[in-house]
C-alpha cells in the first residue's frame, strides 16, 4: 500500500467528517458553517482523486514509448 492511499484515506475522511459537522450544525448564512461546508468538499475531493490515482498508477502497466514502430 502506497502512502498516498493512505493520505487519500485521511483526507477522504477528515472532509467527509467536516462535512457532516458543517451540514449538522448549518445555521442561515453562519460563515464558520459556510466554510466548514466549503472545506469539506474540497478535502473529500482531494482525497478521492488523491487515492484514485494512487491506485491506477499502482496497478496499471508500465508504458514503453521507445519500441513503436516508426
Known amino acids: 500500500m502506497s502512502a498516498f492511499i493512505a493520505l487519500g484515506a485521511?483526507?477522504?475522511?477528515?472532509g467527509a467528517t467536516m462535512l457532516v459537522i458543517g451540514i449538522r450544525r448549518h445555521q442561515a448564512?453562519?460563515?464558520k458553517h459556510i466554510a466548514m461546508l466549503i472545506a469539506g468538499m474540497m478535502i473529500t475531493a482531494f482525497g478521492m482523486i488523491l487515492t484514485g490515482f494512487a491506485i491506477a498508477y499502482q496497478t496499471a502497466a508500465p508504458l514503453d514509448l521507445n519500441s513503436g514502430a516508426s
Not at 10 to 14: E, K, W
Open 29 to 31: 448564512q453562519h460563515p
Open 10 to 14: 485521511v483526507a477522504l475522511l477528515v
